[in-house]
């Protein structure tokens, strides 16, 4: 119950519509490197549960703006998603400490806006390297 899937959807509607709807932000990665969508969640007030894996513990602070699970440690990361659907009052303080992270360390959503149109700008307009080839 109330689990929704998503289909694809333009980044301004999921900053503006999608992440102020959700309770919590989960995402199970084993792979993050830079995990900019966890930053974009915080900027909306809405905590996140993730893997510890490349930078994410530095964009989703454990036990302040979401959990942080070992790496692996399914049974963890289904417990701490018990854990904030049953603590409103725990998820509505990750929620707000997280919104207040965003503020305080991250530019406003538009500078995450400004760097996914970028990044879908290059891969739709492919272009040379600026990078010279000559030694």
Do not use: W
């Amino acid at each position: 119950p109330n689990v929704y899937v998503h289909g694809a959807m333009p980044h301004q509607q999921v900053m503006d519509e999608f992440f102020p709807s959700l309770d919590l932000f989960c995402l199970p990665t084993k792979q993050e490197m830079a995990g900019f969508v966890f930053a974009e969640a915080a900027a909306a007030g809405v905590p996140a549960i993730t893997y510890a894996s490349g930078g994410t513990a530095e964009l989703v602070r454990h036990e302040q703006t979401g959990y942080v699970v070992p790496q692996g440690d399914e049974a963890g990361f289904v417990a701490a998603i018990r854990s904030l659907l049953n603590d409103v009052d725990r998820r509505h303080a990750f929620g707000l400490q997280a919104r207040t992270l965003a503020e305080r360390e991250y530019e406003h959503h538009q500078h995450f806006q400004r760097l996914f149109d970028s990044i879908m700008d290059g891969i739709s307009n492919p272009r040379p390297s600026p990078v010279s080839r000559q030694h």
